[in-house]
């Protein structure tokens, strides 16, 4: 009975240490962008002066090629006895591009290694045991944005829409989500006017940080600049936004760095440019909103250190 009590007790203290992370690798993180696949100390127990490896593995999972790639890493000190892991200045460059997944073609999301050639610090106290937590950030620009539809059958459509209070037939065409998630959602009530030539109706615009991680503009340099975005509405759209929450063309703070909701006033025009009335049975109207910014994803690994 001995043995299995053992091996029970074995599994426990080993789920103990994957989730506490005292030391070892960590797992992947950054959501739908750059996600960090590994971020680990090799070995992650030494003695004081011995040589180590920081190994950082990112690829990248969302739907468009990352640019402007750069990783920092920090934290090596120890607060209360004022001793520092060393690591030679690696991985200082900026990728220029990191290549999204082809799914045509079969293939996954670019992906790089870094490795900090560090040491240990040599002044340990004897017998002491001293854990460090070094961190690495992870920065890179990305876009992402959002292709909804409004489908208008009929006039006789639009009037019984108006009457009921119901917002217009809509589809999302396309989605290229990053670590900003965007979402379109048609409003009631709908407004049409007989001579007017054009309906409008409220649109929701949301906002959402699905990364894990920060979402700065126009860059992560400054605080300030932390949990905002640049949103805009794509020229190719067919329809006019009036009377936003917050501007179009224009940065967005995202509430606590998680989330916002702006509501606009949309337009669409039933008339062409030559100034004809638009044939309205199975008019269909397309809108196309981005998001850019920089972005961070942070990691942390331990490296326990003992003295002679």
Not at 163 to 189: D, F, N, W
Not at 218 to 225: A, K, L, R, V, W
């Amino acid at each position: 009975m001995s043995k299995p009590i053992n091996l029970i007790f074995l599994l426990l203290v080993c789920a103990a240490v994957l989730v506490s992370g005292c030391t070892g690798r960590q797992s992947a993180l950054g959501g739908n962008g750059v996600v960090i696949e590994e971020f680990s100390a090799d070995p992650p127990d030494l003695y004081s002066g011995e040589p180590f490896q920081l190994k950082l593995m990112v690829r990248n999972a969302g739907p468009l090629d990352a640019k402007n790639v750069r990783f920092e890493l920090s934290n090596t000190k120890t607060r209360s006895e004022g001793l520092e892991i060393t690591c030679k200045p690696e991985c200082r460059g900026v990728l220029e591009r990191l290549l999204a997944p082809d799914p045509q073609a079969g293939t996954s999301g670019e992906s790089v290694n870094c490795i900090w050639k560090c040491n240990a610090p040599e002044n340990v106290p004897r017998n002491a045991e001293i854990l460090f937590n070094p961190e690495v950030r992870v920065y890179y620009t990305y876009e992402s944005s959002v292709v909804s539809s409004v489908t208008i059958l009929s006039t006789e459509e639009l009037r019984s829409l108006q009457s009921r209070g119901e917002p217009l037939p809509s589809e999302t065409i396309s989605l290229a989500e990053g670590p900003i998630r965007l979402r379109l959602q048609m409003r009631s009530p709908v407004r049409y006017t007989e001579g007017t030539g054009k309906v409008t109706f409220p649109l929701s615009i949301h906002i959402e940080n699905v990364g894990g991680g920060v979402a700065c503009y126009p860059d992560c340099m400054s605080t300030e600049n932390w949990d905002k975005v640049f949103l805009e509405l794509d020229q190719q759209s067919e329809m006019n936004l009036k009377d936003c929450d917050v501007g179009m063309f224009n940065e967005v703070g995202l509430w606590r760095g998680k989330s916002r909701t702006i509501v606009c006033d949309a337009e669409i025009p039933l008339f062409s440019e030559a100034g004809r009335r638009v044939d309205i049975n199975i008019l269909k109207k397309t809108i196309k909103i981005k998001a850019s910014y920089e972005y961070f994803t942070d990691s942390v690994t331990s490296v326990r250190v003992r003295g002679y």
